[in-house]
């Protein structure tokens, strides 16, 4: 008999015929306040839930007495409580390695953008204000040569830093938890300190997972350590940096730039003064938005769910010991 399975994202049609093979499937684009009744009623006999991009809280859950496995279309996974999962026997699947190198791709966008000023500036020759050859006053910055700070040597990171070293001769230094031999040894990356990395870096690159002890961890005190010269790139998560507090540094000139693709609140606030800052690079989290790595994602978590049901965890599983629960 099919495992009865929730689809909670509209994904592309060979991915949504596997799952109609696999499984009996219930299907819906996202949950919404108009469909959270049809929802709940299909969660009540579901074995299995793939989606992305909505929190999965305790009353979803508590509507689903017989989960067995959550694929998530993401790497992250800062919408589901872990424990809870784990101790409701949930295993949760998700997508880490098929965006990496895209989101490095971003990574490295904003870096280039915001040293060299170029979203600001294209706005200002459309604008038809190039009359001139440009004075010191639009100046940017150089990449080349510049001391890349990474915090979070992950996957990631890890992409990152190869593109800082091998393409634009960057030093690279970086702030993890553990060391990172490969990156160490084929990038002569240097592990440092929060406050070192802060304090030498030209490019801070925040790569770093959302959890309790990352939430809001480069607050104004963090940003004040920083050059005045350095540029801060955020590619992981919004609420990692406190923006109020990002857009303060900015407007003192505590540092010099922001390049952005994560936010607090997302979509970004047509309000928020990040919008009126022109030393800021903002994107709308295109991290991974590519056609064929978002297409890579969904196979990737079809793939993870078709194993979760069976039984089979070992690749791409958060809370593999949730198993045991069963």
């Known amino acids: 008999m099919k495992p009865n399975v929730v689809l909670y994202k509209k994904i592309p049609a060979d991915q949504?015929?596997?799952?109609?093979?696999?499984?009996?499937?219930?299907?819906?684009?996202?949950?919404?306040?108009?469909?959270?009744?049809?929802?709940?009623?299909?969660?009540?006999?579901?074995?299995?839930?793939?989606?992305?991009?909505?929190?999965i809280g305790a009353q979803l859950l508590d509507a689903a007495p017989q989960l067995r496995a959550i694929s998530t279309?993401?790497?992250?996974?800062?919408q589901f409580s872990v424990p809870d999962l784990t101790r409701r026997g949930i295993v949760l699947m998700h997508t880490p390695g098929v965006l990496t190198e895209t989101t490095a791709d971003t990574i490295f966008t904003l870096i280039l953008t915001s040293a060299r000023r170029a979203i600001e500036l294209a706005e200002w020759v459309?604008?038809?204000?190039?009359?001139?050859?440009?004075?010191?006053?639009?100046?940017?910055?150089d990449v080349n040569g510049k001391t890349i700070g990474i915090l979070g040597m992950g996957r990631i990171g890890y992409a990152v830093a190869?593109?800082?070293?091998?393409?634009?001769?960057?030093?690279?230094?970086?702030?993890?938890?553990?060391?990172?031999?490969?990156?160490?040894t084929?990038?002569?990356?240097?592990?440092?300190?929060?406050?070192?990395v802060l304090a030498e870096a030209d490019f801070v690159c925040v790569v770093l997972p959302l959890l309790p002890e990352t939430e809001k961890l480069i607050d104004y005190a963090q940003l004040a350590k920083m050059k005045s010269s350095a540029i801060l790139i955020n590619g992981s998560r919004g609420k990692i940096v406190n923006e109020t507090d990002l857009i303060?540094?900015?407007?003192?000139?505590?540092?010099?730039?922001?390049g952005l693709d994560v936010f607090e609140q997302e979509p970004l606030p047509v309000n928020s003064p990040l919008l009126t800052l022109p030393n800021v690079v903002a994107l709308p989290h295109i991290g991974s938005a590519t056609h064929e790595t978002r297409h890579a994602?969904?196979?990737?978590?079809?793939?993870?769910?078709?194993a979760a049901l069976a039984g089979d965890v070992t690749t791409n599983c958060v809370n593999p010991t949730a198993l045991a629960r069963h």
């Open 162 to 184: 190869k593109r800082a070293f091998l393409g634009f001769g960057m030093p690279v230094i970086y702030y993890n938890d553990v060391a990172n031999p490969q990156a160490e």
């Open 248 to 258: 303060r540094a900015l407007q003192e000139g505590v540092i010099r730039a922001a």
């Open 126 to 141: 459309k604008q038809g204000k190039w009359r001139r050859s440009i004075g010191e006053e639009y100046y940017g910055t």
């Open 297 to 306: 994602m969904v196979v990737c978590a079809v793939d993870n769910l078709i």
């Open 186 to 196: 084929l990038l002569n990356a240097r592990r440092r300190s929060l406050d070192q």
């Open 73 to 78: 279309i993401s790497v992250g996974y800062d």
């Open 16 to 55: 949504l015929a596997r799952l109609r093979q696999a499984f009996n499937l219930t299907e819906f684009d996202s949950i919404t306040p108009d469909n959270h009744r049809a929802v709940l009623a299909a969660l009540a006999q579901a074995d299995g839930l793939i989606g992305a991009s909505h929190p």
